[in-house]
């Protein structure tokens, strides 16, 4: 890991109506190499966030850069040339497309570079491999997050923005998707993850930041922030009780789509 920020958020206004801002002042660096964790409340600006660094909210003030090159408001197709990724947490795949032709759909720019980089995902998502000519359609909720994470990757993103990418799936396949997320970032991918698992998120990032109001209320390492007393107090506390319940068995709650 170095010190050279790959993407950075400063003092950032934003939102999607004009005059009602949902991001009030919020501030991020991710450095080469690092995993970022994004924990708060429900309506924190956590998903806005990252919409505003991929170009999809509108900043009103402040920055968003690449290294020394601003991007603020910058267009989706040109983030993804620069080498930023983005999966968003729901219509994140082309369900009538089969798997293959959904990763080829993440390499349009870039069609020449097709075997190479079909190569390295069946390499890192070997399920997928198996499983290359069925519909996304008719995939599972963790097979789907899958697919929509080699798709961001086929570019060969600098960044990879994530947007809830456990919402919606059992225990099990969380677990999993934290496990590929981690992997992901081992190749040498910086990540920054919104994530509604804060603690589990925590536990695998490098930093984490915890909005609230649609500022940063608090920064620190995963470890620091998990051991917070206030951090735990305010945002830990009851998520980690209910994970804990419904891993134990003792609430009637399932999990989602696997």
């Not at 309506?43 to 900043?59: C, E």
Request: aromatic share 4%; charged share 20%.
């Amino acid at each position: 890991m170095s010190d050279q920020p790959v993407i950075e958020v400063d003092n950032v206004v934003a939102g999607y109506i004009p005059g009602v801002n949902i991001l009030n002042g919020c501030s991020l660096v991710a450095h080469a190499g690092e995993m970022i964790g994004i924990i708060g409340p429900n309506g924190a600006g956590k998903s806005t966030l990252l919409k505003a660094m991929f170009g999809q909210v509108h900043v009103h003030s402040g920055t968003v850069k690449i290294g020394a090159r601003d991007i603020t408001n910058e267009r989706t197709n040109r983030l993804v040339e620069m080498g930023v990724g983005f999966v968003p947490q729901s219509n994140n795949v082309f369900p009538s497309l089969d798997i293959e032709e959904n990763l080829l759909m993440g390499l349009y720019l870039r069609p020449k570079k097709a075997k190479e980089r079909l190569a390295a995902m069946w390499d890192l998502f070997p399920n997928l491999h198996e499983r290359r000519t069925r519909q996304a359609g008719a995939l599972s909720g963790g097979e789907r997050q899958s697919l929509a994470m080699a798709r961001a990757l086929m570019m060969e993103p600098d960044v990879l923005l994530l947007d809830e990418p456990s919402a919606g799936l059992s225990p099990v396949r969380q677990d999993e998707t934290f496990i590929r997320t981690k992997q992901i970032n081992q190749t040498g991918v910086s990540v920054v993850m919104v994530e509604q698992n804060a603690r589990r998120c925590l536990q695998i990032c490098d930093r984490g930041y915890v909005l609230d109001q649609g500022r940063d209320a608090h920064t620190g390492t995963g470890k620091e922030l998990a051991n917070d007393p206030k951090v735990i107090e305010l945002y830990l506390g009851t998520l980690a009780k209910d994970v804990d319940e419904k891993r134990s068995g003792t609430t009637g709650a399932t999990g989602g789509a696997g």
